[in-house]
């Protein structure tokens, strides 16, 4: 690996216990004020949401409203079809159905209303008394923005002994990219993920075809077995989301999938992840390319102030132990615009697929300016290619103004360790610039 950049000058701020911050953070999830606070909750487990009082099964076909004096049981594969819509009370509580695989899919034409409050959030649990990853399914979101798969999507292979009169409620994709599925705001969702026969995991939050007017915001997705947040297709914007130590993938693109991604957190641990490879952000166009038409745009994602993290207690050690990965995975005929993002500790930071050639037109299309790359066994390399001194070279540029550190967690984020009110904005207030220096980073 080629070392590279040093950091001239750092200004660093001293916190007080409480953590407040004297003006505006500039990488990684920004706030005055911590945006975690009072709606997240990294310890569910501690949690008891008392037992179901009424059952969600079957077919939601007319506008239904959910209240927080329930505690409702989703049992089995349970729709919101026919243009109808589901509003969700904030506090409401919903708790997916081990037994039957539960889960809730928004068939395309129909949305969901979950408006939570910071301080009474919406909550999607297990029904489990000891509640582990994977114990009920998750939440499906189908929309009819476009894709670039040859004709449209479907879901029904998550949906094991599915009524064929459902069939046409998996389906998603379509030409209407201004589509709305509806707002999740203040939603917790925990331990969803369980594993299929023929589609593998489920996923916390899977977003498929869904349009631009749809609003993501303030989402926490903690203990998924499968990944956090998927995204197929579409051009939802998704702001101040939470993937917290998913064994799959946090947050992942594919299928042209037009979209933001901003002000959000991903917390990995070494010990959860999985050995087939997760990352924090993946970025692809397709799984296989004979699936897709590549005349159709490739997946396009603009992230910026991410706070990518892996939370190793000894980094050397599970680094050699192949518990740890990259970070960042960009696949082959994808854009990524990511800035003023921090990744922290992992194997390398970020990996381009072996088809990615290195040249100015695939250079152009993945940007990397103005990171925060701290702790990583190395930066940005191609997959399955050790000589990296292109990149080092491109993205060392001091016009990027990127920043290489070497800080151990407690010394670079406010306060992680905080079991009630975990702070992971950045001790750093401000990174002034850049420049070459070859003793900064060691192989």
Partial sequence: MKKSTKIIFLLFVVFGVSGTISGQQEKGIVGIDNWLNNWTQFRPNQEYYGEPTQILTGRITEDTKLHKRYTYLLLGSVFVANQATLTIEPGTVIIGDYKTNGSLTIAKGSKIMAKGLETDPIIFTSSKSVKRAGDWGGIMILGDAPTNKFGNGSVSAYLEQLDPANYGNTNYGGENIEASSGILRYVRIEYAGKRTKSAGYFNGLLLAGVGKKTEISHVMVSFAAGDAFKVLGGAVSID??????????????????????????????????SSEGSRCVKVMSYEEPGEVDLSKKGTSLT????????????????????????????????????????????????????????????????????????????????????????????????????????????????DIRNERRPDFRLKINKIIATNNDPDLIDD
């Fill in 240 to 273: 101040r989301a939470v993937s917290y130590k998913s064994n799959g993938n946090d947050f992942k693109f594919n299928y042209g999938a037009q979209c933001e991604l901003t002000n959000s957190l991903a917390v990995r641990s070494p010990y959860i992840s």
């Fill in 303 to 414: 992230a910026k102030n991410l706070t990518l993290l892996n939370d190793s207690e000894d980094l050397k050690n599970d680094i050699s132990m192949g518990l740890v990965r990259a970070g960042v995975y960009v696949g082959h005929f994808t854009s990524l615009d990511m800035e003023k993002t921090v990744i922290s500790g992992f194997n390398p930071a970020v990996i381009f697929d072996s088809k990615v050639h290195i040249n100015q037109e695939n250079l152009e299309k993945i940007k990397f300016s103005e990171m925060y790359f701290n702790n990583c066994n190395g930066n940005i390399f191609v997959e399955n290619n050790a000589n990296n001194d292109d990149l080092e070279n491109w993205y060392g540029n001091s016009a990027f103004f990127n920043v290489y550190s070497k800080s151990p967690n407690a010394e670079t984020f406010i």
